[in-house]
């Protein structure tokens, strides 16, 4: 009956909440990038692998996240 009401969103199993992260933490890492090459000499061209890096140790934990007490597809 309550099944009705949860949608991917409001599932609070591991692997969901990891998923969740996902958006930020893409965001802060774009963040932290233009931060490194504002402030040491490294610069947006060489750190532009850290966005495939960052985003694949994210999906790395969601694959590995328990499913337990998922909700939902
Ligand atoms: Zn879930």
Do not use: N
Request: with cysteine; hydrophobic share 45%.
């Amino acid at each position: 009956m309550a099944d009705e009401k949860i949608s991917g969103r409001t599932c609070a199993c591991a692997h969901c909440r990891v998923r969740g992260l996902m958006g930020p933490i893409v965001l802060i890492t774009i963040g932290v990038i233009f931060l490194f090459g504002e402030y040491t000499r490294y610069s947006f061209g060489e750190l532009w692998p850290l966005l495939l890096i960052v985003p694949g140790i994210v999906m790395l934990a969601q694959s590995l996240a328990s499913k337990d007490g998922h909700a939902g597809r």
